[in-house]
């Protein structure tokens, strides 16, 4: 694999530089939207907190369905173990 040149990495640079300007404008155009309308960032708020307590329940029930495997998982290592006793 060739070494880039010089002149490669400066177009390159040049390139991205551009696409970063070009990220800038859009996020400034999009922050102007959401100030001119403030109906727009009030449902931002909204859906951002439905999103944060969606969020909590679901760790919740992850934390909930966790405990059930454990408690069937020990149940069933009961059952195997009371039922094929280890012969001495």
């Given amino acids: ?5 010089i002149d490669e990495l400066i177009v390159k640079l040049k390139e991205i530089h551009s696409g970063l300007r070009q990220n800038l404008a859009d996020l400034h155009q999009k922050l102007e939207v959401l100030d001119s309308e403030p109906e727009l960032l009030s449902s931002v708020e909204v859906l951002t907190k439905d999103a ?7 760790e919740i029930e992850v934390k909930q369905l966790r405990e059930e495997i454990k408690a069937i998982k020990e149940i069933l290592g009961f059952k195997f173990e009371t039922n094929n006793p280890v012969n001495t």
Avoid: G, Q, V
Wanted: glycine content about 0%; proline content about 8%.
């Fill in 52 to 58: 944060e307590s969606r969020a909590n329940n679901l």
């Fill in 1 to 5: 694999m060739e070494t880039p040149t």
